[in-house]
């Protein structure tokens, strides 16, 4: 199982980016998503999270709430997180973590991880 994240880049101070994490391989199916960031000298810190069972049931932590939005697409094993509003303090490493189910196991998988740098 991979996990292909994107969209990282460098924004300035209000503006917006959609980060996107596809996941392929021996996939049976994926029980939850999760968006990571770490900062520098910073622990890596959970910043949203959503089921694909059902409609989704989503968690934005407190610093995301309001700003950013994750949300999957199941047919596409891929998640997204649009962030919006972003601040200099959203700038860090932002990783993807999947719970997959594959044919032999359950295990968490992680992404390459990609850049957001928030600055003017």
């Known amino acids: 199982v991979q996990l292909q994240a994107s969209g990282g880049g460098l924004v300035q101070p209000g503006g917006s980016l959609r980060l996107s994490c596809a996941a392929s391989?021996?996939?049976?199916?994926?029980?939850?998503w999760g968006w990571y960031r770490q900062a520098p000298g910073k622990q890596r810190e959970l910043v949203a999270s959503?089921?694909?069972?059902?409609?989704?049931?989503?968690y934005h932590a407190d610093s995301a709430k309001g700003r950013f939005t994750i949300s999957r697409d199941n047919a596409k094993n891929t998640v997204y997180l649009q962030m919006n509003s972003l601040k200099p303090e959203d700038t860090a490493v932002y990783y993807c973590k999947a719970l997959v189910v594959t044919t032999i196991h359950t295990n968490d998988y992680w992404g390459q991880g990609t850049l957001v740098t928030v600055s003017s």
């Open positions: 391989g021996d996939i049976f199916k994926i029980i939850t």
């Open positions: 959503v089921t694909s069972a059902g409609g989704g049931s989503t």
